[in-house]
């Protein structure tokens, strides 16, 4: 078995949810609890910390983990969805896993996968498991797949765990209201274990706060212990100046990443309460670096300057609320909009958030789980949304790029899978 054959068999046997969507989603911890047994339980052997939420969940894991390297920590990261590259959602020290390591393991467990037949996640989630105990890291930043409290990731015992936010995204599975949403996400919070919320919301903070009484957990609401006394980009970086009156440039771009930036500090500073070593200059150095430290990628991503090109992986109500906000701030000619999302999303609330005054190229990511194109531009057309329907994400980027002027701007987004197939073009 080669790297490729490996993959595909992870993908061809294996029910994969950013493929299909619900159908491949297996609630509950049995697989997960017999995959790591039969593995005699790698996740026990370093630390971890535990990150769920609707959105931000993958730029404050980044974060954290760029800042404890910076530490001197060996730091496993564990996130999800990769865009590119299957191996990014294994990083040790931003390093993504060995293709080799890849293979073997594929080999080695084969039959147990066969046996077992657990989802595309909770097989990869626990090679991840399995790389950072052969490898000893010290730590690992574990972010949840869906939800929480049915996550295969649920299976941890972590330092800290992190919820960034709540708001709408795979109703059909968490449940349709905030309070539903919340409860599951709630579900990573463990006994005697701080919990940082990164935003306290009148709907939410009573089910975050009787889950961690009935857990005997200490718990922090992120936006009410530190706040942004100002924030913005320069030089392709967060400034921000934060209330108790500490400076940091942000490897980061987009206003809305500062909720996150508040929600990384306030997880940092409960971790050195806990007897992590993690000094001024870490936290800095860290949050400066993270991309180049880490290798995210797709956070309001600038590939190019003229035209002024951005990749943005925001894709349910809140994240586009947000791109739109930010979108509202930037200046150019004429605003072009490259698009698509995936069939199970609220489409609709989605549409009605994005700009009227942009032309359109509608587009659709090669995935199953895709909204065809022609649908998505016949639904856009109800909210005065106009433009041409392409049927792949490379002509769509391409006539975009073709038709802008130097003082354009193109915007790439609507889902991680029309960014991650975007990607490979402006490299």
């Given at each position: 078995?080669?790297y490729?054959?490996?993959?595909?068999?992870?993908y061809?046997?294996?029910?994969?949810?950013?493929?299909?969507?619900?159908?491949a989603?297996?609630?509950?911890?049995?697989?997960t609890?017999?995959l790591?047994?039969a593995?005699?339980?790698?996740?026990t052997?370093?630390?971890?910390?535990?990150?769920?939420?609707?959105n931000?969940?993958g730029s404050?894991?980044?974060m954290?983990?760029?800042v404890l390297?910076?530490?001197g920590y060996t730091?496993g990261?564990?996130t999800?969805?990769?865009?590119?590259?299957f191996?990014?959602?294994?990083?040790?020290?931003?390093?993504?896993?060995?293709?080799?390591y890849?293979?073997?393991?594929?080999?080695?467990?084969?039959s147990?996968f066969?046996?077992?037949q657990?989802s595309?996640?909770?097989?990869?989630?626990?090679m991840?498991?399995?790389?950072?105990?052969?490898k000893?890291?010290?730590?690992?930043i574990?972010?949840?797949g869906?939800?929480?409290?049915l996550?295969?990731t649920n299976i941890?015992?972590?330092?800290?765990?992190?919820?960034?936010?709540i708001?709408?995204?795979?109703t059909?599975?968490?449940?349709?209201?905030?309070?539903?949403i919340a409860?599951?996400?709630?579900?990573?919070i463990?006994?005697?274990?701080?919990?940082?919320?990164?935003?306290?919301?009148?709907?939410?903070?009573?089910?975050f706060?009787?889950?961690?009484?009935e857990?005997?957990?200490?718990?922090?609401?992120?936006?009410?212990?530190?706040a942004?006394?100002s924030?913005?980009?320069?030089?392709?970086?967060l400034?921000?100046?934060?209330?108790d009156?500490?400076?940091?440039r942000v490897g980061?771009t987009?206003?809305?990443?500062?909720?996150?930036?508040?929600?990384?500090l306030?997880a940092?500073g409960q971790l050195?309460?806990q007897?992590?070593?993690i000094s001024?200059?870490?936290i800095e150095?860290g949050?400066?670096?993270v991309n180049?430290?880490?290798g995210?990628?797709?956070?309001?991503q600038?590939?190019?300057d003229s035209?002024?090109?951005v990749?943005d992986?925001g894709?349910?109500?809140?994240?586009i609320?947000w791109?739109?906000?930010q979108l509202?701030a930037?200046?150019?000619n004429?605003?072009?909009?490259?698009v698509?999302?995936v069939?199970?999303?609220?489409?609709?609330?989605?549409?009605s958030?994005l700009?009227?005054?942009a032309v359109?190229y509608?587009t659709?990511?090669d995935?199953?789980?895709a909204?065809?194109?022609d649908?998505?531009?016949?639904?856009?057309s109800?909210f005065g949304l106009r433009?041409g329907?392409?049927?792949?994400?490379?002509m769509?980027?391409?006539?975009?790029i073709?038709?802008?002027?130097p003082?354009?701007?193109?915007f790439?987004g609507g889902?991680?899978f029309v960014?991650?197939?975007?990607l490979?073009?402006?490299?």
């Amino acid at each position: 078995m080669n790297y490729h054959e490996a993959i595909q068999y992870l993908y061809s046997r294996l029910p994969v949810f950013h493929h299909i969507g619900k159908d491949a989603y297996k609630p509950g911890l049995e697989n997960t609890t017999s995959l790591l047994n039969a593995l005699h339980n790698p996740q026990t052997k370093y630390k971890t910390v535990h990150i769920a939420g609707t959105n931000g969940k993958g730029s404050v894991s980044h974060m954290l983990s760029a800042v404890l390297q910076k530490a001197g920590y060996t730091t496993g990261l564990y996130t999800s969805p990769h865009l590119v590259d299957f191996r990014e959602r294994i990083r040790i020290n931003g390093e993504k896993i060995p293709e080799q390591y890849v293979v073997n393991f594929v080999e080695k467990h084969e039959s147990l996968f066969e046996k077992i037949q657990p989802s595309f996640f909770e097989a990869t989630m626990t090679m991840a498991f399995a790389y950072f105990a052969d490898k000893e890291v010290d730590v690992a930043i574990v972010e949840t797949g869906l939800g929480g409290r049915l996550d295969s990731t649920n299976i941890i015992q972590p330092e800290l765990s992190v919820i960034t936010n709540i708001s709408f995204d795979h109703t059909q599975l968490l449940g349709d209201t905030l309070e539903k949403i919340a409860a599951e996400k709630a579900g990573i919070i463990k006994h005697a274990t701080p919990v940082v919320i990164g935003e306290s919301q009148p709907a939410t903070r009573p089910v975050f706060r009787r889950k961690a009484k009935e857990m005997d957990a200490p718990i922090l609401f992120a936006d009410e212990l530190l706040a942004i006394r100002s924030g913005k980009t320069e030089s392709g970086k967060l400034q921000v100046t934060t209330s108790d009156n500490r400076r940091f440039r942000v490897g980061l771009t987009g206003n809305y990443q500062l909720k996150n930036v508040v929600t990384t500090l306030v997880a940092i500073g409960q971790l050195q309460k806990q007897g992590f070593h993690i000094s001024a200059a870490n936290i800095e150095d860290g949050l400066a670096d993270v991309n180049k430290i880490t290798g995210l990628q797709g956070r309001w991503q600038i590939v190019s300057d003229s035209p002024k090109i951005v990749l943005d992986t925001g894709h349910n109500v809140a994240g586009i609320s947000w791109v739109a906000e930010q979108l509202k701030a930037e200046q150019y000619n004429t605003l072009r909009i490259v698009v698509g999302m995936v069939n199970d999303k609220d489409i609709t609330a989605v549409l009605s958030l994005l700009p009227r005054n942009a032309v359109y190229y509608f587009t659709q990511a090669d995935i199953a789980r895709a909204l065809p194109a022609d649908d998505l531009q016949r639904q856009a057309s109800v909210f005065g949304l106009r433009g041409g329907s392409f049927s792949s994400v490379k002509m769509a980027v391409e006539q975009a790029i073709s038709e802008s002027s130097p003082a354009d701007m193109v915007f790439v987004g609507g889902s991680n899978f029309v960014v991650g197939e975007a990607l490979p073009y402006f490299r």
